[in-house]
């Protein structure tokens, strides 16, 4: 496509995600369902596309700094800067990396971009150089340990996260899906944590590979594997997924269970367990039951009270943890809105546990950064349920050897923390509780 052409579109996709009334991923897969954009871009296209929007969602506080000293509409100085970004991020020994984009510019813009690109990061204020809401910043602050901490965790947040996949364990060994996919071109290193990971080299199109096809692989972040590790579920039990959305959980507590007993994928949303029929279809599982509930009081959930030995609540929460994949989260989320989501995320684990067997296993999770939706959430259910015993998550995976347990947990060994500066995953936090 014409650079001015492409330009253009990376304004208008930026001017429509900008109010964030939707998610990011939704704007950006409406832009190209839209009739002006059918068929309309190729894949490099739609890429340039999508990391414009991207990058001007993560930098957003640097760029809008930025935009005031420039000319034109702010969605278009805002698209100029994020595609700049991802040209100089693709190619960054390169000087001539923003070529393509300077010959749609006047000759103003091209100076203005210059003086942009020319400014160091270091050079500016925290706000603008890590892009981070200040309440958020704040909140970041107290957790670490000091302000290096803090700055590498907030220059973390800025950057792409890799691609994780995670072997069916069902379907064969990871080095030998490494590898498969290796001879097709796709490279990837062994995940340092789970057993079941591969992190790959690059976006390659898994979807056209023999190993997606027969439930080989399932794209799915490392920091996410692990929180099935520590369910254990195994061989011949009840177990439920609390809050199983698209299902990637799910399907990695059925190969745990090597596709026997029952495993019961709830949730809210009928459109988020549409999601999972494929990719169930492809796993070679046959003991996932997927049933739609109406809230955490279902009658569904209450038949099923006293009956189970496993249950993971993967919390609905702020998302805070995957930044580096949803950046537009940390503008559209408040205080308020985290405030709310702890009474929500506290009722769903006290229905959750109910439904366990005496001496049952209960795994709170979510993707969150925050420890109002972490730790105070656990803190008030110890509160309510003297009489369960909270479980070490370093025992659970140094039972299972996993290396460097000790370094992925915090509270003497009791919660799963993971890091994105630290551990290149997500970031996540689990609490385990063996029921009364």
């Keep these: 496509m014409h650079p001015k052409a492409l330009l253009d579109a990376c304004t208008e996709l930026v001017k429509q995600a900008l109010p964030f009334a939707h998610p990011a991923d939704a704007v950006v897969s409406r832009f190209f369902r839209q009739q002006h954009g059918k068929n309309a871009y190729g ?90 809401p200040d309440w958020l910043a704040d909140i970041l602050r107290t957790q670490c340990a000091d302000p290096a901490d803090f700055q590498a965790l907030a220059a973390g947040l800025l950057q792409t996260a890799p691609v994780d996949l995670r072997v069916n364990a069902l379907s064969g060994r990871r080095e030998d899906v490494q590898q498969e996919l290796k001879l097709l071109g796709i490279d990837s290193q062994l995940t340092p944590y789970s057993p079941w990971g591969l992190r790959l080299n690059g976006k390659p199109a898994l979807t056209r590979t023999d190993a997606f096809a027969r439930g080989a692989i399932e794209v799915q972040d490392e920091g996410s594997q692990l929180l099935a590790l520590l369910v254990e579920a195994r061989r011949g039990e009840m177990v439920v997924d609390f809050c199983a959305g698209a299902g990637g959980k799910t399907l990695a507590l059925g190969a745990q269970m090597r596709s026997t007993g029952r495993l019961y994928a709830l949730d809210t949303s009928a459109h988020r367990l549409d999601a999972l029929k494929p990719r169930l279809a492809r796993s070679q599982l046959s003991n996932v039951h997927p049933s739609v509930i109406a809230h955490e009081r279902d009658e569904r959930v209450k038949r099923l009270s006293g009956k189970i030995d496993r249950v993971l609540v993967d919390a609905p929460c702020s998302g805070l943890g995957t930044l580096r994949r949803n950046p537009d989260l940390k503008w559209r989320q408040n205080p308020s809105a985290v405030a709310e989501m702890q009474a929500r995320q506290m009722a769903i684990l006290t229905s959750a546990a109910r439904l366990l067997k005496p001496g049952g296993r209960l795994v709170y999770a979510t993707c969150s950064l925050l420890p109002q939706e972490n730790e105070e959430v656990v803190s008030a259910f110890d509160a309510a349920h003297p009489g369960w015993q909270p479980l070490q998550a370093a025992e659970i995976l140094r039972a299972q050897k996993i290396g460097q347990a000790d370094d992925l947990c915090t509270g003497s060994g009791r919660f799963l923390r993971l890091w994105p500066h630290r551990h290149a995953t997500d970031g996540f936090f689990a609490s385990i509780w063996q029921a009364k």
């Design 43 to 132: 894949s490099r296209d739609r890429a340039v596309l999508a990391e414009t929007l991207y990058h001007v969602l993560r930098h957003k506080l640097r760029f809008e700094h930025f935009a005031p000293s420039g000319s034109g509409p702010r969605e278009r100085r805002l698209a100029i800067l994020g595609f700049a970004q991802h040209l100089t991020d693709q190619r960054p020994q390169d000087p001539g990396a923003t070529d393509f984009l300077k010959s749609a510019l006047t000759e103003q813009e091209k100076s203005w971009l210059d003086a942009c690109l020319a400014i160091e990061p270091g050079a500016l204020l925290d706000r603008h150089r890590y892009s981070l």
